[in-house]
């Protein structure tokens, strides 16, 4: 078998491994040559402008998630009747583990972590692998118990037989329409979660998202919904500091915010599914915290609380920190990924908005304010907050115009904060 992959990023390499691993003579492409320097040593290379040449040498292609599927390289590998598959597609098909797969606009890396933290509390061997940082093709090689894939809509696009034992399809929401060319398409993709499932499987969802049910309703799966506001029936969800699962109810502990007690319920149902025990559902639930950059509490000064939600990268992410608090001054904009922002500028509570970044002038509004970088958006926010409200960083865009990553942009912004009040009254770091 003579394999293409494009891409050299994680998943490109670590496709490259796994076939070279299964007896695949492997060529490797990229566009930008310094991405495969390192490589030639290992495989055959190209970079620079593609050419459709390169398929002459090959039998299937196995693309990365970088790569938009309107790219020429898709296109030409399509058009020439190539089997095109992702990263995940390739890992799958020679795994013997357990497979759990999470996807969604939103949540999808907190509820891929969920799960995985309650099969390892119950003593399962277990580990979290896919969008959520390590390649699937990285993992498969050793036995694990339970596999866990978080899978973006990039690498479901592009499966044949991936199958879960349990799928988690939490939103549909617009986002990266620049890459799928449009809603459809990238809705259509993040649905291929549950394509190659059967009555054996089950799908959990979240019953309160249009979307998301409107799609399942086609599924040969076990469906088992989930809320985030109540308990539909058959399914689990909160009631007051509850959380009631197929298997019993568990404490829910701090948490509130609707956004993570959906995540909480979709683990916990997914974890149920796979017999860990309901203790380990609740002692992983007692200690959740949202990771890093996802409304994350700087601190409170003068009455006014600033947080940094630079993980919020589309509208719909946005719009749910947004009416997670009475009072907002909202920091958002950067690069926009094709969508519509103007639902993020509807809610009521929005008391103010400084726009950043390229896609400033698409907030603009009677009530935005625009600022040329973080730190002037933080000086001109400080100006807007009254007590009571919070100042919060929730983009609704990528961080690509100005930062390297939404990381890079949440510590900017951090720091910003900490150069502005450098004596916190409280320290939510």
């Not at 566009?31 to 320097?37: C, E, H, K, L, Q």
Request: glycine share 10%.
């Amino acid at each position: 078998m003579k394999t293409l992959v494009v891409g050299a990023g994680v998943s490109g390499r670590a496709a490259a491994a796994l076939a070279s691993s299964l007896g695949d003579d492997v060529t490797i492409y990229d566009r930008d040559p310094a991405a495969i320097g390192d490589l030639a040593v290992a495989y055959p290379t190209a970079a620079g402008e593609w050419s459709a040449d390169l398929l002459d040498r090959v039998d299937r292609v196995v693309v990365s998630p970088g790569v938009p599927e309107h790219s020429l390289e898709v296109r030409d590998a399509l058009a020439a009747g190539f089997p095109v598959i992702s990263e995940v597609e390739l890992a799958a098909s020679v795994l013997d583990s357990t497979l759990v797969a999470v996807t969604g606009t939103n949540g999808k890396s907190t509820v891929t972590g969920l799960i995985t933290d309650m099969l390892q509390a119950d003593g399962r061997k277990a580990v979290a692998a896919g969008n959520i940082g390590t390649a699937l093709s990285s993992v498969v090689v050793e036995p694990w118990d339970v596999v866990v894939v978080e899978v973006s809509s990039f690498q479901l696009r592009f499966i044949k037989r991936f199958h879960p034992r349990v799928a988690v399809l939490l939103n549909i929401a617009p986002d990266h329409l620049d890459w799928h060319g449009g809603f459809e398409p990238y809705a259509a993709a993040k649905a291929k979660i549950f394509q190659n499932q059967n009555a054996e499987d089950a799908l959990v969802y979240d019953i309160d998202d249009a979307e998301a049910s409107s799609r399942v309703a086609v599924a040969r799966s076990r469906l088992v919904p989930v809320s985030g506001h109540r308990v539909p029936e058959g399914g689990g969800g909160p009631i007051g500091d509850r959380l009631v699962l197929p298997a019993g109810e568990i404490a829910l502990g701090s948490i509130s915010d609707p956004a993570y007690l959906v995540d909480l319920a979709a683990a916990g149902v997914a974890a149920g599914l796979l017999d860990v025990s309901l203790d380990a559902v609740e002692r992983t639930v007692m200690g959740f915290s949202p990771g890093p950059h996802r409304r994350t509490l700087v601190g409170t000064w003068d009455g006014v609380a600033w947080v940094n939600d630079s993980k919020a990268t589309n509208p719909h992410a946005a719009l749910a920190s947004i009416q997670a608090y009475p009072s907002v001054v909202l920091i958002a904009g950067g690069r926009n990924k094709g969508l519509d922002l103007t639902p993020m500028l509807s809610a009521a509570n929005l008391r103010g908005i400084v726009a950043i970044g390229e896609a400033a002038a698409e907030l603009s509004g009677s009530n935005t304010v625009m600022a040329s970088d973080l730190g002037e958006a933080v000086e001109l926010a400080s100006e807007l907050a009254k007590e009571g409200d919070t100042v919060l960083l929730a983009p609704g865009c990528a961080s690509f115009d100005m930062f390297a990553s939404y990381m890079a942009r949440g510590d900017a912004f951090e720091a910003a904060v900490a150069a502005k009040f450098p004596a916190p009254e409280v320290d939510g770091g």
